[in-house]
């Protein structure tokens, strides 16, 4: 995971799938990147992935709740149809903004 701490926006970028495989270096690199920033806006650029599992969805839901615990808005960047049907399935674009994002040359 990419970690960009930028003055107005921590941007984290997930490399790999949030799966359980990961799940635990990508909880520490994402809790270590919300202490280490001051900005105001958070943003979970899930671009480059294509699968997620409950693990997956654990973290991001504890993302969002460690960001409104520090008064931080939170939004997501998906460009995977699949990706983005869980968020709606789960109804969690309801407590957060789910952007979709196009691929380059879409």
Known sequence: MQVQNQHEELRLVAEEN?????????RHVMQNGLKQTQA???VLDLTHIHEIDSMGMQLIIGLFKSCKEQAKTFRL??????IQSVF???KLNTLFTVSEVFPHGV
């Open 77 to 82: 960047e998906v460009a995977s149809p699949h």
């Open 88 to 90: 709606r399935l789960c």
């Open 40 to 42: 105001p806006n958070v």
């Open 18 to 26: 949030l799966t359980s495989t990961h799940a635990i270096v990508l």
